[in-house]
Every structure is written in C-alpha cells, then in structure tokens.
C-alpha cells in the first residue's frame, strides 16, 4: 500500500512538472491554446487522491505540498490568461505575454492639446457659435482629461484629437495611435 502511494505520488508530482511546461509554453506563445484538458485531468487525480487513505505521514504530506502547489499554480495560471484577455497584459512579437507597463508616458503630447484647442476655437468660430481665446485653458484642461480616460481604457495607448465641422457643428474626435 505504502508503494502504491509514493507511485501516485511520484506520478502527480511529474504531471504536475508537465503541466507546469505546458503552460509556460503556452505563455510564451510556442502552444497555440491552454492546456485546459491536461490540467482538468491532474485536477481529477488530485481529487481522486484526497478521498484516498494515505498511510504515512510523510506520504500524506508530500501530498498537500503537491496539491497546494497545483492549486498555487492554478490561481496564477486563471489570473495570467484573465489579465491577457482583459488587456491587463498582451503577447508581444515573439507571442510571449507580457504585463502592459505601469508606468506610461504622457497619454497626448501638450503641443496637439494645444493645437486641437485652437482648432476647436476656430471651428466654433467658424460654424457662428461664441469662440473667446479665453476658452483655450479651460479646453486644454477638458481635451487633457479626457485623453487621460480614453488612454487608460484603450490600455495606455497614445491620444491624438482630430477637430472637424459636421452639419454645421465642431465636433472633436479622439484617435488611438
């Protein structure tokens, strides 16, 4: 009985390791999916041998050690390819996943704020409607902020807005570079 164990034991630990090289190469982008069928089966056995008597203690502590480190492994792997399809991080080149940096860089250069505020102005102007160079700061400020929010969820992407009259209205777009 004491052999069957460590044999199962022995068995879990190398899926495991296998299970492990799988998903690092699924992060690395040599796998085209997840390994979801392998790991379901490990999950399987791992179950399947927590309803099991294990005789020693030794045996029945190696056991916990392997299944905490599964289910360690689990988390990490759930959280990895959540944050991948959330845009938290994404493949690069190469097709390894990466975290998308946290510190980013300025979401609009200040010269094109300043630039689309005075087109903006103009355009007002333009179409008839009250257009006072005193406005400017106050359009900086709005156009800077809403950079800010459109970078943030477009995953630190740059901002640039393009000014336009449309039916006779200045309408500001931002676009993703």
Known sequence: MAD???EMLDRLELDLVALKHEYDLFFNGKRRAEPMKERKELETKLLV??????????DQLRFNNLSGRYWT???????TVRDLEEGRMHRDIGGS?????????????????DRAAEALLEARRSCGLAGDPSDIPSLRETLYARALEISASAGGKKVE????VEEGK???????R
Not at 49 to 58: D, K, L
Not at 97 to 113: A, K, L, M, T
């Open 4 to 6: 069957e164990s460590k």
């Open 49 to 58: 041998g927590s309803r099991r008597t294990i005789v020693g203690n030794a």
């Open 73 to 79: 492994y689990a988390n990490l792997w759930t959280r």
């Open 97 to 113: 996943v990466r975290r998308v940096s946290g510190e980013r860089g300025e979401p609009v250069d200040r010269e094109q704020i």
């Open 161 to 164: 807005f393009v000014v336009s």
């Open 170 to 176: 200045p309408k500001v777009k931002a676009v993703l």
